[in-house]
């Protein structure tokens, strides 16, 4: 059994036929094309994908699920007959992705906090994103459902889906009294916030309405650590309904309160990430995602790890103006219950995901939840308002009445984003808002910065994320004075400076010692250089296989909100080294280190007939094709991003000893190209 984390995926799963794929720090994507036997990973392993468990740490429900899926001889069995008792236990959000034999099993908790996305093309693919299916080629997508659990036979290429869990409104409450009701939830809604509580400090998302109002007076008595309130709304001559009402409350209640506003100029910048960021062009989802996102970030610039927010209850207890005409109250209630993943939580989680924040929410904990769908509608929903049991919650509580009786908007509306949008809409000239925002998602790439090493892994990288639309904004170079860095390529990066100007493109220097880890340091300080001058929003890596490398970098782009773009992860490294020379991209070895090779290789520009010599060594000896297992170093001349070519004019060729030596490039200049290389 093992833990498979964000950064550690890859080693932990293990790979065998099994393609593991993490376009970015923050995400995971694993992809098994057409039949595979997975047998070669002896180990079985458990997956807990993005995992804000209200009730059991992600190492217990590991082995619970390992101890759960295996027979008697330890063998992986069917897993989708056997993980029906699980789900009904589980009380948090979860989705995991149990692998063992030739069985992938996926599912998620019961009312999809977590999500998971998949794809039957060519073979089956999984992701905690469907962004990411998209970005690796898949179009036939499907969510996977919260009541079901997939297993696919790697042997038989074949899907199995088990669809026999449900949500079950508890009975209890029938038999109760009112004043029993309200104090068995005010009970469970206590649990389940205990559950929640981190050992650090937490933010709740605030509006001033009776959900987060309750949350943040649960949160203030069970949390033995600090606890900041966070409300967003749009800064306007005449406050925002939301922010107005979240000062009072919170001065009255004693609560710590944040309070962010934002112009209409900054809406506007903030819009363009987060349009593409929820998958939606929806006006009223793009305007809730507006002040949660401000309100989470604001959070997490706090350091703050753990946000709580109020959301379920207004599914739950009929808190929807349609809530008013429904016939079977708790019939629409259950259903918006059930129905909850396909959007909101979903975009929540995008929202915290991309801020590396885990969102936890009390009122989505089964146990709550099954009791408040049980609930009489007639306590829900009456003459004197909606919501009235859970306001009574309230009260007992210790929230005034005035605070706890208190109907407010819809959080596109108290915030006045909603309006924002229409501003912005109109000042672009656009008809209406939807249209607006389908420009947004069309047109937004977070600005990038590119990890830049002179050779041809991060040049090929940068030009990929080009060719896709990415700006570039900087190279970011870190000069090690230890030229057996294990981070770090060092042969000739003094000539980072002419290939930066080759391309136009600014460049970040930082020298580092070269002391192992220490060196990750200096990293961070060109990192955030980068980040304070150019306002890059996340970094390029040429890696291909090197998880050392890529998981440091990974750390220190999570630390600081950053994302992290490898665009060539697991390429096959033969067509790595052809699609370069299909590119035009052109280069030379600039230092060997391996059984196989020589200085004959150094100064030369490699061909077909070098790479094909490659091949053979690969198959003879096991060298790594396009040298990263640290067999070749190599130094780019020319390619597509420049505008002019470099000429070496000087260089001389150290030997070490017979596999080892270093070109050593002490004179070269920028010169034009003619027009059939400029083509």
Request: with cysteine; net charge negative; glycine share 6%.
């Amino acid at each position: 059994m093992s833990i498979a984390t964000k950064n550690n995926i890859i080693n932990k799963i293990g790979k065998g036929q099994t393609e593991i794929i993490m376009p970015t720090a923050n995400h995971l994507l694993i992809k098994i094309q057409g039949k595979c036997n997975t047998n070669g990973n002896k180990k079985s392993a458990i997956t807990i994908v993005d995992s804000g468990l209200c009730e059991s740490k992600s190492h217990v429900l590991a082995e619970k699920l390992d101890t759960l899926l295996k027979d008697e001889n330890g063998e992986m069995q069917d897993p989708g007959l056997y993980i029906e008792d699980f789900k009904r236990d589980l009380i948090g959000g979860l989705a995991f992705i149990a692998r063992g034999n030739h069985w992938i099993t996926c599912a998620t908790d019961v009312l999809g906090v977590k999500s998971l996305w998949y794809s039957t093309e060519d073979g089956f693919a999984v992701a905690s994103e469907k962004k990411y299916l998209e970005m690796t080629g898949y179009y036939n997508i499907e969510k996977v459902d919260p009541r079901s659990t997939l297993s696919y036979d790697t042997e038989e290429g074949t899907l199995h889906t088990y669809s026999n869990y449900e949500l079950k409104p508890s009975v209890e409450p029938a038999t109760k009294q009112p004043e029993e009701i309200i104090e068995q939830l005010y009970r469970l809604l206590g649990e389940s916030v205990s559950r929640c509580l981190p050992p650090s400090r937490i933010g709740i998302l605030f509006s001033g309405g009776v959900d987060s109002t309750l949350v943040s007076m649960l949160c203030k008595k069970y949390s033995k650590q600090d606890i900041c309130c966070y409300v967003a709304g749009l800064e306007n001559e005449i406050q925002a309904p939301d922010v107005q009402h979240a000062r009072k409350i919170a001065n009255k209640l004693e609560l710590p309160l944040k309070v962010i506003e934002v112009s209409l100029e900054e809406t506007e910048e903030i819009l363009k990430k987060i349009v593409p960021l929820i998958e939606t062009t929806s006006v009223p989802m793009v305007g809730v995602a507006l002040p949660t996102y401000i309100a989470a970030r604001a959070a997490k610039e706090d350091r703050i790890n753990v946000l709580f927010t109020g959301s379920g209850a207004d599914e739950m207890f009929g808190g929807y103006n349609r809530h008013k005409k429904a016939t079977d109250l708790n019939n629409e209630c259950l259903k918006d219950t059930l129905n909850i993943h396909v959007e909101d939580t979903y975009r929540d989680g995008l929202i915290a995901s991309e801020l590396e924040l885990d969102l936890r929410s009390p009122f989505l904990n089964r146990h709550v939840a099954e009791y408040a769908l049980g609930i009489p509608a007639t306590l829900k929903l009456n003459e004197k308002g909606n919501k009235m049991i859970l306001r009574q919650v309230a009260e007992r509580a210790g929230i005034p009445a005035e605070f706890a009786l208190r109907n407010k908007k819809a959080a596109q509306y108290g915030s006045k984003f909603d309006r924002a949008i229409e501003k912005l809409a109109k000042r672009a000239g656009y008809k209406n808002k939807t249209d607006y925002l389908k420009n947004m998602e069309k047109n937004y790439k977070p600005k990038l910065g590119v990890l830049f090493s002179s050779g041809k892994d991060c040049h090929f990288a940068m030009y990929k994320m080009e060719e896709a639309g990415y700006p570039i904004k900087c190279l970011i170079t870190v000069k090690s004075k230890n030229p057996d860095s294990y981070m770090f390529h060092t042969p000739n990066i003094n000539m980072a400076s002419l290939q930066s100007e080759a391309m136009g493109i600014p460049l970040i220097e930082q020298e580092t010692a070269g002391e192992k880890e220490v060196e990750l340091d200096d990293l961070k300080k060109a990192i955030e250089k980068a980040k304070k001058e150019y306002g890059i929003e996340g970094v390029i890596t040429g890696a291909l296989y090197s998880t050392y490398q890529k998981e440091r970098i990974e750390g220190i782009c999570s630390e600081l909100g950053m994302h992290v773009y490898s665009p060539l992860w697991h390429m096959d490294q033969e067509e790595e080294m052809h699609k370069l020379l299909e590119g035009k991209f052109h280069f030379l070895f600039s230092s060997i280190a391996a059984y196989g090779l020589s200085s004959k290789w150094l100064g030369k520009e490699i061909t077909k007939k070098e790479i094909d010599e490659l091949v053979k060594l690969n198959d003879k000896i096991g060298l790594n094709v396009a040298g990263e297992g640290g067999e070749f170093e190599s130094f780019v001349l020319d390619c597509p991003l420049y505008s002019k070519r470099i000429e070496i004019k000087k260089s001389t060729i150290i030997d070490i000893d017979e596999y080892t030596a270093r070109l050593n490039i002490e004179d070269a200049i920028l010169v034009q190209k003619d027009r059939t290389q400029r083509e």
